[in-house]
């Protein structure tokens, strides 16, 4: 067994990958628990943030998981990584193309993978040992994530069953928990962050120049648990989204979160020098992971896109 599918084994068999469901009341301890994961580590935070996301979005839907599974969320769409579901004359239905960025790939059980039918996005629950499914983790070129074994994953008519669609059509980018998961990546990236500023504390360079960078430092790992506490706190006050929030509050926050991990990457260098980042791997690959991994936050093109509160 891989060692990160052992390590989810075990937290499963004890409970620790039941979270509390987004907007069910306890939505500032769903992301305290993912930032916590984040801090200790970021590869296995990664792959426990999308098993949870989809069995959110699972139960979002009405339905239940496959028992026993281990799940990813494969939803990255562009022009190298799309599905195409087609339907034979028969009424099957059929998968092909390619999806890139599936964390876990070759050793979770299933996947929530999402499709286009036309001009609709369908949601789709598929076994991760499909008969033409191919996993090829060749393509991943960065050190970060490495345990995670990310791939690409090709389709080759994959049969699907109409019982596999999850809600309707265009419903996993509608629904109101769309915009509250978005937060569980959020969560994660903000532990990661927190996990380096507890290294530079650790090493605790006790020059002023140090002592003002992690006086910084200690400031952004309350921020960063402060914004995600407050956003639990407005998603369970609207669940439902009934006055439209839910997307622009998601936006907003992601866009801090990124920015403070940003700053948080910055002084951590300066706070504690070269010595953690040459010669500690864990922090080595802590801080390329977060480099990486806050890069799901798009950016300008996200912040052009807030409404005026």
């Not at 949601?123 to 345990?147: C, H, M, R, Y």
């Not at 080595?284 to 798009?298: F, G, K, M, N, V």
Request: hydrophobic share 40%.
């Amino acid at each position: 067994m891989h060692k990160m599918k052992e390590r989810l084994s075990d937290l499963a068999s004890t409970d620790q990958l039941v979270l509390p469901l987004p907007g069910g009341g306890r939505t500032a301890q769903r992301h305290a628990a993912l930032h916590e994961f984040g801090r200790l580590d970021l590869g296995l935070a990664r792959l426990i943030e999308a098993h949870t996301d989809a069995l959110a979005i699972i139960g979002e839907a009405g339905r239940a998981a496959r028992p026993g599974n281990l799940y990813g969320v494969w939803a990255s769409d562009g022009p190298a990584s799309l599905l195409i579901l087609s339907r034979g004359d028969d009424g099957s239905l059929r998968l092909n193309g390619t999806k890139r960025y599936c964390t876990g790939a070759p050793f979770l059980d299933a996947a929530l993978v999402t499709a286009r039918l036309g001009e609709e996005v369908l949601l789709l629950d598929v076994s991760a040992n499909a008969k033409g499914l191919t996993v090829d983790p060749s393509e991943w070129a960065s050190p970060a994530f490495s345990e995670t074994l990310t791939a690409s994953v090709a389709f080759d008519n994959v049969t699907v069953r109409e019982h596999d669609i999850v809600g309707g059509p265009n419903w996993y980018l509608t629904r109101p928990g769309f915009w509250h998961g978005a937060l569980g990546p959020a969560a994660c990236w903000a532990g990661g962050a927190s996990g380096l500023v507890d290294a530079a504390r650790e090493l605790n360079r006790r020059d002023p120049h140090s002592r003002a960078q992690l006086g910084a430092l200690a400031a952004a790992d309350w921020g960063l648990r402060a914004f995600l506490a407050r956003a639990g706190e407005e998603i369970d006050a609207d669940p439902q989204d009934t006055a439209g929030q839910a997307r622009r509050r998601a936006l907003m926050v992601r866009h801090l979160i990124e920015r403070m991990c940003t700053d948080v990457l910055d002084r951590f260098g300066r706070a504690t020098g070269p010595q953690l980042l040459a010669f500690d791997t864990r922090v080595a690959q802590r801080y390329s992971e977060l480099t990486l991994y806050i890069r799901q936050c798009h950016a300008e093109r996200d912040l052009a896109t807030i409404p005026p509160g």
